[in-house]
């Protein structure tokens, strides 16, 4: 269906959420429609923060707000949604629009097959009532389903539009960029040049798939590499786990600016615990770009700063080459907590592929290549 006739059958003017894939068609229609505006339409964090900042909506206005997520957001709205919003507590009302990555039957990639499995019975064991978009439902059988969930909103529950793919469309186009002229996969292209046999973890999306790229052409081992392709937000913590049980070798982290934002507490820790072999670095391009480019906060936010008052002994920012290369041999050679922020452009390749190992596999050969480097 139409991302216009859907925002319509729901009457809402309140949309918060999290970017995804499945539901680009609606992202495209909110930032034509509205942009990033803080009346009508926030780009949050994570998707729990889209839930606290849908209560505050519903407390101030007592009308219905909107959270849209990719499915593996239900993970991070499970807390609030039992503890906050469910009828039994504060009986706050919300819908929320759901992308389902990894629905049974559909390839996809390994990090969305189980919870595309569970999808639904999450929603079902947090008491939240379900219906499906797909490319053949019609606009009267949503709109029967919303005035079925009005009932079920009016009690102080939450209800959910699954989205299967291609089940929102929009015709019109948004193109997203930024000022930086740095190319992120040159940019992953110059990492890998420092960091030689090092471990190095990243994270989810283009930047993983475009390291497995850059290894393959160059005919590089795999197995220095730990991929995060799921759960993101938790890379830099994985990096800071391997760093403090194996403090003789150097570790890099390759991190997204999405991504930090997600569980930006994590450099809280990571700079109390300041392993002096641990690289962090994020490249910064302002977007959610794996899933349609739709803009971070992360432009406006000083990242460097947080780095240093989080207790980084040492932390920068390059938007050019050769801040860049200066930087990351500083880092090579430095005995303390490194953090580097790198902006970039917004773009990647149009052929970039995917990484051709199974999860199972990159694990093994990573830790199988730990196993070398101990001293």
């Not at 699954?162 to 015709?171: L, S």
């Not at 700063?305 to 200066?326: P, S």
């Amino acid at each position: 269906m139409k991302a216009e006739k859907l925002f319509e059958i729901i009457g809402s003017d309140f949309y918060t959420g999290v970017p995804d894939s499945r539901l680009k068609g609606l992202c495209s229609f909110l930032m034509a429609r509205y942009g990033i505006d803080k009346n009508h339409h926030i780009i949050a964090a994570n998707e729990g923060n889209c839930l606290a900042l849908a209560a505050g909506y519903h407390l101030a206005t007592s009308n219905i707000p909107v959270v849209y997520m990719q499915n593996s957001g239900e993970g991070n709205i499970i807390n609030p949604l039992s503890s906050l919003l469910n009828d039994r507590v504060y009986a706050i009302p919300a819908v929320f629009i759901i992308g389902w990555r990894g629905e049974p039957g559909i390839h996809d990639e390994p990090q969305h097959i189980y919870q595309g499995m569970v999808t639904e019975k999450l929603m079902e064991d947090m008491d939240v009532e379900t219906f499906v978009i797909g490319r053949d439902t019609t606009d009267e059988a949503v709109a029967r389903a919303m005035a079925s969930f009005r009932k079920v909103l009016s009690a102080g529950k939450q209800t959910a539009f699954i989205i299967r793919e291609g089940g929102i469309t929009y015709d019109g186009k948004v193109s997203y960029s930024n000022e930086y002229s740095l190319n992120r996969e040159e940019v992953i292209r110059h990492i890998t040049s420092v960091t030689g046999n090092d471990p190095v973890i990243s994270t989810t999306g283009k930047i993983s798939r475009e390291l497995f790229d850059i290894r393959t052409a160059s005919g590089e081992d795999h197995g220095t590499d730990f991929l995060t392709v799921g759960s993101m937000g938790h890379c830099s913590s994985i990096a800071l786990g391997v760093a403090l049980n194996r403090p003789d070798t150097k570790v890099w982290c390759i991190d997204g600016d999405g991504a930090v934002l997600m569980h930006m507490g994590a450099m809280a820790v990571i700079g109390a615990n300041a392993p002096s072999n641990l690289v962090h670095i994020v490249i910064n391009n302002s977007a959610h770009e794996t899933v349609g480019g739709m803009p971070t906060v992360a432009g406006a936010v000083d990242l460097v700063g947080i780095a240093k008052a989080c207790g980084y002994k040492r932390a920068v920012m390059a938007a050019d080459t050769k801040t860049l290369d200066r930087e990351l041999l500083n880092a090579r050679s430095a005995d303390e907590l490194v953090f580097i922020e790198i902006r970039c452009q917004v773009g990647s390749r149009p052929d970039l592929g995917r990484p051709t190992t199974t999860a199972i596999e990159n694990k093994v050969n990573f830790m199988r290549h730990l196993e070398t480097l101990k001293p």
